[in-house]
T-cell receptor, first 112, second 115 residues
Framework: DQQVKQNSPSLSVQEGRISILNCDYTNSMFDYFLWYKKYPAEGPTFLISISSIKDKNEDGRFTVFLNKSAKHLSLHIVPSQPGDSAVYFCAAASGGSYIPTFGRGTSLIVHP | GAGVSQSPSNKVTEKGKDVELRCDPISGHTALYWYRQSLGQGLEFLIYFQGNSAPDKSGLPSDRFSAERTGGSVSTLTIQRTQQEDSAVYLC?????????????FGPGTRLTVT
């Protein structure tokens, strides 16, 4: 039973365009959401997070949007760069639990 | 400063052998996590240590898996009588503690291959 779902295993985008990575969750107790980026042969690195009290958080080229009613969040990368090519993991956590639940990841390829 | 380190980076072992994987967290981080990632899968939680509290072992897939954390720092994940389905990348992460609990810093992982 996947509580955090990333339904697109891969995404291909042209350099300079917007990349939109999606994530859905089923557990209404989740109140904190994170995105991690992972390059091959490296561990994931934290990218951006959002609390359930917000619906948007922005950090440079990266913006995360949260739609609580739809139990959906998305990561927007604008403009996309070839160095953004990586696997992106969505994760969710609930207050009182310090163990985030991860999705299976979406592989983003940004073409020059 | 130094990040999370793991050793070995790669381990090939025969079915039935025991293996030990090591994790050195970031100095001062009180929380430590072990995950594994099988091919095409997400990160599967295994075990969580926080300070001197009893670890959360709820993710360990069988009693062949165990982990310890000595002195609140280095952690060792032990897999006894390895099976082919144990083949995966084993990732360790640490977290600062009272703040930034959810923002984990991952090591590069240990790729375990059981033949």
């Amino acid at each position: 039973d996947q509580q955090v779902k990333q339904n697109s295993p891969s995404l291909s985008v042209q350099e300079g365009r917007i990349s939109i990575l999606n994530c859905d969750y089923t557990n209404s107790m989740f109140d904190y959401f994170l995105w991690y980026k992972k390059y091959p042969a490296e561990g994931p690195t934290f990218l951006i997070s959002i609390s359930s009290i917000k619906d948007k958080n922005e950090d440079g080229r990266f913006t995360v949007f949260l739609n609580k009613s739809a139990k959906h969040l998305s990561l927007h990368i604008v403009p996309s760069q070839p160095g953004d090519s990586a696997v992106y993991f969505c994760a969710a956590a609930s207050g009182g639990s310090y163990i985030p639940t991860f999705g299976r990841g979406t592989s983003l390829i940004v073409h020059p | 400063g130094a990040g999370v380190s793991q050793s070995p980076s790669n381990k090939v072992t025969e079915k039935g052998k025991d293996v030990e994987l090591r994790c050195d967290p970031i100095s001062g981080h009180t929380a430590l996590y072990w995950y594994r990632q099988s091919l095409g899968q997400g990160l599967e939680f295994l075990i969580y240590f926080q300070g001197n509290s009893a670890p959360d072992k709820s993710g360990l897939p069988s009693d062949r898996f165990s982990a310890e954390r000595t002195g609140g720092s280095v952690s060792t994940l032990t897999i006894q009588r390895t099976q082919q389905e144990d083949s995966a990348v084993y990732l360790c992460a640490s977290s600062p503690g009272l703040s930034g609990y959810y923002e984990q810093y991952f090591g590069p992982g240990t790729r375990l291959t059981v033949t």
